[in-house]
């Protein structure tokens, strides 16, 4: 009778908290409409303004094993990483609100099978300094360090995968042998619209955020596809693997990449979600095989 006095109490509080959210974004989709402009700028800022999550002990145990560089990049301070002295070289791009830490168990893997790994926290991110920043920024940042690093081989998370490729595919003169993506979304405009169903925003607030971002960035949002930039790149074999549950980013945006994109193959995998797809050992293992070339 105690532990269903309990349940019965948790089930009550959820409730509450649940009926507590959808009232809170019913009053902001209607505040919205009255002042759009408002609302955008605070959409705005979820976008350009990524949070700073805390890591998990062993991740935070890999940076502190690292050899940390910071690198100035336009009006950030870059923290930058490098882990093993061997014959192979690879550069790992975490996600958007993502740390170099987040790769911790791949770090391990790669070191042992005699890899020279570099990573960085992108701007705004981890321990580089904070400020505004976008997948613009980020893209740049990616280019001056494969430039830097003179990599080849590629492994990115999740929306690493959008900064990548932008770069990539405009930039056909760097060649890269293999490129890993655990996940990656497709289309911007999606991003776009998570954040404002997040705030809860009505769609007038979401089209002039749109045209915000256009006009700030000078760039067309439903023109910015992973896939467009994809195909120009100048990527000999990639891989991307993404679990077919996850609930974070859906499998159907590595789907629509893959299906545009010659050089790659799609495999999905089961029981890993968006982010323990990066601690999963049989996909990390499948990972490294692919980049050492050992298997397509």
Not at 25 to 45: D, G, H, M, R, T
Request: with cysteine; net charge positive.
């Amino acid at each position: 009778m105690f532990w269903m006095k309990i349940l019965f109490s948790h089930i009550l509080y959820n409730d509450i908290q649940y009926q507590f959210w959808l009232l809170k974004k019913k009053l902001i989709y209607f505040l919205s409409s009255i002042f759009p402009n408002l609302f955008v700028s605070i959409a705005y800022k979820h976008l350009t303004s990524p949070q700073v999550h805390t890591l998990r002990p062993h991740e935070a145990l890999m940076l502190n094993k690292a050899k940390q560089t910071e690198f100035p990049f336009e009006d950030f301070i870059i923290q930058t990483y490098r882990w093993g002295t061997g014959s192979k070289t690879v550069l790992l791009v975490h996600g958007w609100e993502g740390q170099a830490g987040n790769f911790a168990d791949l770090i391990k893997v790669l070191i042992a099978d005699d890899y020279t790994v570099y990573a960085f926290d992108g701007p705004g991110h981890g321990a580089s300094s904070k400020g505004k920043t976008s997948l613009f920024k980020f893209s740049k940042l990616v280019g001056a360090l494969i430039c830097k690093y003179a990599i080849k081989k590629i492994v990115s998370h999740s929306f690493g995968g959008v900064a990548t490729t932008v770069f990539l595919g405009n930039s056909p003169e760097i060649v890269i042998d293999r490129y890993v993506l655990f996940t990656t979304p497709n289309r911007f405009e999606n991003r776009i619209q998570f954040v404002a169903e997040m705030v809860g925003v009505c769609d007038r607030v979401i089209k002039l955020l749109i045209k915000k971002i256009e006009q700030e960035e000078g760039i067309i949002v439903s023109e910015m596809n992973v896939a467009a930039y994809a195909v120009k790149s100048q990527v000999k074999k990639a891989l991307i693997l993404h679990d077919t549950n996850d609930r974070v980013l859906s499998v159907e945006q590595s789907k629509e990449v893959n299906a545009h994109w010659e050089e790659a193959t799609l495999e999905e995998v089961t029981g890993t979600g968006h982010y323990r797809i990066l601690r999963t050992e049989s996909v990390l293992k499948r990972a490294l095989s692919f980049l050492n070339g050992t298997s397509n």
